[in-house]
């Protein structure tokens, strides 16, 4: 039986971020073979996350990540079971190292076929699930291209949004992140109206209508009244219309265009957890 070093030890914990114990057994049973401990370890991940596919992974963190141009970015969610693990530093810089990684990719499907640290994304979790007992996944793949990018990730990791402007002008780096913490704290359902899917103007109509009907109003008076109520909702949930938290005498938009006149929002996103 080969001779296990704690430097060996080190070296496979380094390389897989199992624990110390778990490293030295997968030695002792590779009999010193470092790759085949490697892939001790791997095996022993996929059992764990076969044993754990069913469980919920609600939590996590999410990560925003834009290119050194300012013109693409990316959110990743890093879910796991347990806001313990969610919290914990190793996971955190785990969640970050792939929000880099994701960058360079345009959907997660191409992203979880990555390399990442000699394996794909896809083994990383697998591999990362055996080490911390949980289920741990990639939940969201966001991305966003603008003429200018800009993030904000909310205290804890829990929120993570992108906002794109329509130009890279000076100031835009301000509004971009203003905006981002808009988007962050107002949760819009879409940037403006055009954007809000027909399912949801249909409820809040029926809403409204059925909200009239409770108040007596007639029949005839419905439709009108219904639709200036469905103004009010844009207002609220539609980013570039919702009144900006910073300075509630004006808009997003209103806000935006007093960095420029010439500046737009283009588009967001946003991914929440827990």
């Known amino acids: 039986m080969a ?5 060996e030890v080190n070296k496979l914990r380094k390389t897989t971020g199992a624990g110390m114990m778990d490293c030295k057994n ?9 790759e085949k401990a490697i892939e001790i370890l791997r095996k022993k991940g996929q059992k764990v996350a076969a044993k754990r596919a069913d469980r919920d992974s609600s939590e996590g963190a999410a990560i925003a990540k ?9 959110i990743i969610s890093l879910n796991c079971e347990t806001d313990f693990v969610a919290k914990n530093e190793t996971f955190v810089t785990l969640a970050n190292d792939l929000a880099d990684l994701a960058l360079g990719f345009d959907n997660k499907d191409a992203f979880m076929d990555a390399s990442f640290n000699g394996m794909t994304v896809a083994e990383k979790l697998t591999e990362q699930t055996g080490v911390i007992g949980e289920k741990i996944e990639i939940g969201s793949f966001e991305k966003l291209n603008a003429p200018f990018v800009g993030s904000y990730i909310h205290a804890g990791n829990k929120i993570a949004t992108l ?5 890279a002008v000076d100031g835009a780096a301000g509004a971009a992140k203003d905006v981002a913490m808009q988007a962050a704290a107002m949760n819009p359902v879409a940037l403006n109206e055009e954007g809000v ?40 949930n539609t980013l570039v219309n919702q009144t900006f938290i910073k300075d509630n ?3 997003v938009a209103q806000y935006v265009k007093s960095v420029d006149s010439s500046l737009e929002v283009t588009g967001f996103s946003r991914v929440a957890l827990g």
């Open 3 to 7: 001779k296990i070093t704690a430097a």
């Open 197 to 236: 899917d027909q399912s949801i103007i249909d409820k809040e109509i029926e809403i409204a209508k059925d909200q009239l009907r409770q108040e007596g109003k007639p029949e005839a008076m419905l439709e009108n009244i219904a639709k200036g109520k469905l103004k009010r909702f844009f207002k609220d």
């Open 66 to 74: 834009v290119n050194t141009a300012n013109s693409s970015g990316v």
């Open 249 to 251: 005498k004006q808009s």
């Open 26 to 34: 997968a030695l002792v049973e590779a009999d010193g073979d470092f």
């Open 163 to 167: 906002v794109g402007l329509s130009a």
